[in-house]
């Protein structure tokens, strides 16, 4: 009986702050988003012509999260029956973007125009919740191109 | 798709700026908790129908279980219980002479409890004689064990046989090797839904268990059975309330609490037992059979000072 409520009060927990965390984080990135949208962020590895006399070098965003107890139980029950585990999706995605935003930011510093060859890694942070998924980093990386003043 | 494409800007062949993609794509963004309640309900009732059906599918298994192959795979069931009881104050594992004597005679009475019976089964009889708690229990493997708080406890034979023949007729009726499957088959399920963690801690709380949980159905129904073998030996079933009376009567509520949990309620046994000795009204007291000597533990008046009853 003990166990139980000590459950059921990690799971109320895990809902509701991790429920209030998502919708703040969302409201933000979006905000974010819109304001770096001008900073171009391309896949492409080779730049066009039009970026051959910038200055380039490497900028990178990294995000580590964690999973929630409820999370971690949405995505167990998920574990049995099969199907989108939602719950680690959501966070993931929110991962992804708060890392190319950090990047753009990181750019921006550097007076960037755009990054080329955007890549992600993603790398779960060794064994800090026995079985089940505990921390993941999520790192965006790019090349900054700079224009270089004075020519 | 209704993607917005950037414009192309005509210098650069660059777009102006990164693109709005929609939401939802990566996170279906639903309300989380639907998901979650509906899993978990699925989960809920999933177990629900498999322990009903694995608890059946015990129930039918065990009385199929030959009584010689659990007699063999539980062998060693009185070590395991000896070492789980705390430790003899003097003579470690190796019984007195008395306490021999005493195992001897109630294997014996139980025998011929038994005598009338058509195949009676073979069962040991065991005691623990450093156990001062009222108690009989039946495990696995045919084994009974009787404490020699239950003998300062019993006034006439009539009242022990009516013990040990509820405890044998639970190893008749194969309960322990019932409970033993359920419990086998339930944490099996455990271990498949829960992984490890649940299933150690349903191991755990289970095996320590096994021991008191029969249900009130086999109760009942053990009564019953052991109120038939006291009217064929004795020819009537007086006295096999007496136990019971007793208990009622000074109720250690912290030993007792569990035990009457899960036996029949102890006035609705009483109950069914004086029914079943109305037949046989016109009987007297005097018609009781007294105790063994050896196995006289009780100083009749009922009080327990303890120099009483230690006395070899």
Known sequence: MGQLLVFLTLLALGYGFGRLAESRHYRSIIAREDALRSLLVMPDRMPPIHFQNHGSTLVTGSVVISVDYFKTVAAGLRGLFGGRVGAYESLLDRARREAILRMQEDARKLGAEAVFNLKFETSRIAQNAGQGLGSVEVLAYGTALIPVHGR | ?312
Do not use: C
């Open chain 2, 1 to 312: 798709m209704s993607v917005p494409r950037p414009r192309i800007s005509t210098g650069s062949g660059l777009p102006p700026g990164n693109p709005r993609l929609p939401e939802h794509i990566n996170n279906r963004n639903e309300h989380p908790l639907k998901d979650f309640l509906l899993l978990a309900g699925a989960l809920l009732a999933l177990m629900f129908v498999l322990t009903l059906l694995l608890g059946w599918g015990a129930q039918w298994l065990g009385p199929k279980i030959p009584y010689s192959w659990e007699s063999r795979w539980f062998a060693a069931t009185p070590d395991a219980i000896a070492t789980a009881l705390p430790p003899q104050t003097d003579n470690g594992s190796a019984l007195t002479d008395s306490a021999k004597d005493r195992q001897q005679a109630l294997q014996q009475l139980l025998e011929r409890l038994l005598s009338q019976q058509s195949a009676p089964l073979k069962v040991r009889l065991h005691w623990l004689a450093d156990e001062d708690t009222p108690n009989a229990f039946a495990t696995l493997g045919g084994h009974i064990f009787v404490t020699r708080g239950l003998l300062t406890q019993v006034s006439s034979e009539n009242a022990l046989a009516m013990v040990l023949a509820h405890e044998y007729a639970h190893v008749e009726q194969r309960h322990p090797i019932t409970l033993a499957l359920e419990q086998l088959a339930i944490s099996l399920l455990g271990s498949v839904i829960g992984g490890e963690g649940a299933a150690s801690l349903i191991g755990q709380h289970t095996s320590l268990l096994t021991l008191l949980s029969f249900s009130r159905d086999m109760e009942r129904s053990a009564d019953q059975r052991a109120l038939e073998i006291l009217q064929r030996h004795y020819g009537h079933s007086l006295g096999a309330d007496e136990f019971f009376r007793n208990m009622l009567a000074e109720r250690d509520e912290n030993r007792w609490a569990l035990m009457f949990q899960t036996h029949p309620l102890t006035s609705e046994r009483l109950q069914q037992i004086s029914q079943a000795g109305s037949a046989a009204a016109s009987v007297t007291t005097s018609q009781l059979t007294p105790l063994p000597t050896l196995l006289q533990l009780n100083d009749g008046a009922g009080s327990k000072e303890p120099d009483q009853i230690t006395q070899p």
